[in-house]
Nanobody, 113 residues
Framework: QVQLVESGGGLVQPGGSLRLSCAES????????ITWHRQDLGKAREWIAT???????IYDTSVKGRFTTSRDDAKNTVYLQLNNLKPEDTAVYYC???????WGQGTLVTVSS
């Protein structure tokens, strides 16, 4: 059974940074395709980035150049580095494993002064 455990959310001022973590278990990490999504209150969940085994990545235009996803194979963990945060980035952030359709529990990011 695939499990994803997220951490790293919190309150940050505009222009600040956070790093989210998504620890995966139950699937060989070399097979895990991890996607990142976010959902603001009252809005649909939206895709923002994908991390493929081997390190290839792709981003939505709303976060490209500000957010970076990376993998640590030794820790079975995928990271999402959030830089230059804006109030409109406020949302619950989720990681997702595409093959097993497993979701993490979500972590809240609040960008406010």
């Amino acid at each position: 059974q695939v499990q994803l455990v997220e951490s790293g959310g919190g309150l940050v001022q505009p222009g600040g940074s956070l790093r989210l973590s998504c620890a995966e278990s139950g699937l060989p990490f070399s097979e895990a395709i991890i996607t990142w999504h976010r959902q603001d209150l009252g809005k649909a969940r939206e895709w923002i980035a994908t991390s493929w085994p081997g390190g290839a990545t792709i981003y939505d235009t709303s976060v490209k150049g500000r957010f970076t996803t990376s993998r640590d194979d030794a820790k079975n963990t995928v990271y999402l580095q959030l830089n230059n945060l804006k109030p409109e980035d406020t949302a619950v952030y989720y990681c997702h494993e595409a093959g097993s359709m497993t979701w993490g529990q979500g972590t809240l990011v609040t960008v406010s002064s």
